[in-house]
């Protein structure tokens, strides 16, 4: 989440990882909140936080599919979401991640 383009760090991930990431909603929190410490390790604020949240959000909304319930509700509440819906989501998809490590 940290600077790092979701598209290329995807295309740099195994299938197997990405599995295990997105495998339950916990591994998903705990991944993301991985990236929350290491982004704030680089020194990025919440909003520097958010834009990439925003950005991982963008990325998996159009390239993976939701692997349970949790994602396909984030999936659906992130399709009918306008641009300053998806800033607040982000924000608070950043907290929950900080929150979970």
Known sequence: MAGK???H???QMSED???DIMKSFESFKDYLGDQV???EKLGLGS???SKGAKRVADYLAKHEE???REEKVLNELWGVANK???EHMAHVLVKLAD???
């Open 17 to 19: 990882k990405k599995d």
């Open 9 to 11: 760090a995807a295309a």
């Open 99 to 101: 929150q979970t490590n």
């Open 84 to 86: 300053e819906e998806r």
């Open 47 to 49: 909003e520097g936080l």
């Open 5 to 7: 383009d979701p598209k």
């Open 66 to 68: 939701p692997r349970n």
């Open 37 to 39: 410490n290491k982004g």
